[in-house]
């Protein structure tokens, strides 16, 4: 009896995982088909020298308009990144903070670093609660907002040099509040810092 209940857990849970996964990605796979419904302002001015109609309602960052390098990372099996330009550090963490009372799920606590006070957010549970079917307990912070936010992700990857031409850039009105876009050869998410910041701080 020991042994089945043992062996039998880790298959509900990696089911749960794979679920979670393919949800995920059919969201994905719909948002860059929606995405690419029109063409990018930048082509159409390119092909005739009129900015397009739609171009005030996609997203634009300043930090887009030159070459921009990312941080690829993981969160439940999830490949997402992050520009660099908006990271203030990334650090390896034990999974200890102090927990605060009366917060929001995705709140795990706080924790002192270099003197300051950072929060510690459940980074599945903020952007995909949903699909979230695991528990933080260690990993990496990305930190954001001047070190005030530790984002918590599984594992750190690569960075990579993008131009904005390699994302499809969500539109102003439909996008997801922490979703910049999507970058098109890896259909990986490109998160939004200040939409996740105003999320956090409501």
């Given at each position: 009896?020991?042994?089945?209940?043992?062996?039998?857990?880790?298959?509900?849970?990696?089911?749960?995982?794979?679920?979670?996964?393919?949800?995920?990605?059919?969201?994905?796979?719909?948002?860059?088909?929606?995405?690419?419904?029109?063409?990018?302002?930048?082509?159409?001015?390119?092909?005739?020298?009129?900015?397009?109609?739609?171009?005030?309602?996609?997203?634009?960052?300043?930090?887009?308009?030159?070459?921009?390098?990312?941080?690829?990372?993981?969160?439940?099996?999830?490949?997402?990144?992050?520009?660099?330009?908006?990271?203030?550090?990334?650090?390896?963490?034990?999974?200890?903070?102090?927990?605060?009372?009366?917060?929001?799920?995705?709140?795990?606590?706080?924790?002192?670093?270099?003197?300051?006070?950072?929060?510690?957010?459940?980074?599945?549970?903020?952007?995909?609660?949903?699909?979230?079917?695991?528990?933080?307990?260690?990993?990496?912070?990305?930190?954001?907002?001047?070190?005030?936010?530790?984002?918590?992700?599984?594992?750190?990857?690569?960075t990579t040099t993008l131009v904005r031409g390699d994302v499809c850039w969500a539109r102003?009105?439909?996008?997801?509040?922490?979703?910049?876009?999507?970058?098109?050869?890896?259909?990986?998410?490109?998160?939004?810092?200040?939409?996740?910041?105003?999320?956090?701080?409501?």
């Open positions: 009896m020991i042994r089945s209940v043992e062996y039998e857990q880790p298959v509900v849970s990696l089911a749960e995982k794979d679920l979670a996964l393919t949800s995920y990605l059919d969201m994905l796979l719909a948002e860059v088909d929606e995405l690419l419904q029109a063409p990018s302002p930048v082509e159409v001015e390119a092909l005739d020298g009129v900015p397009s109609p739609s171009e005030g309602l996609r997203f634009s960052p300043n930090w887009s308009k030159t070459p921009f390098q990312t941080l690829l990372f993981e969160v439940e099996d999830v490949s997402l990144a992050v520009p660099l330009v908006c990271l203030s550090e990334v650090a390896a963490w034990d999974g200890q903070c102090a927990a605060v009372p009366k917060q929001p799920k995705w709140m795990l606590g706080v924790l002192m670093r270099r003197d300051e006070l950072v929060g510690i957010i459940d980074t599945a549970q903020l952007i995909m609660p949903e699909r979230s079917v695991g528990e933080c307990s260690k990993g990496y912070l990305l930190l954001v907002d001047e070190g005030r936010i530790g984002l918590v992700v599984d594992r750190v990857c690569e102003e009105a439909s996008r997801r509040v922490w979703m910049a876009g999507v970058i098109i050869e890896q259909l990986v998410v490109l998160l939004e810092v200040d939409g996740l910041v105003g999320m956090i701080n409501g």
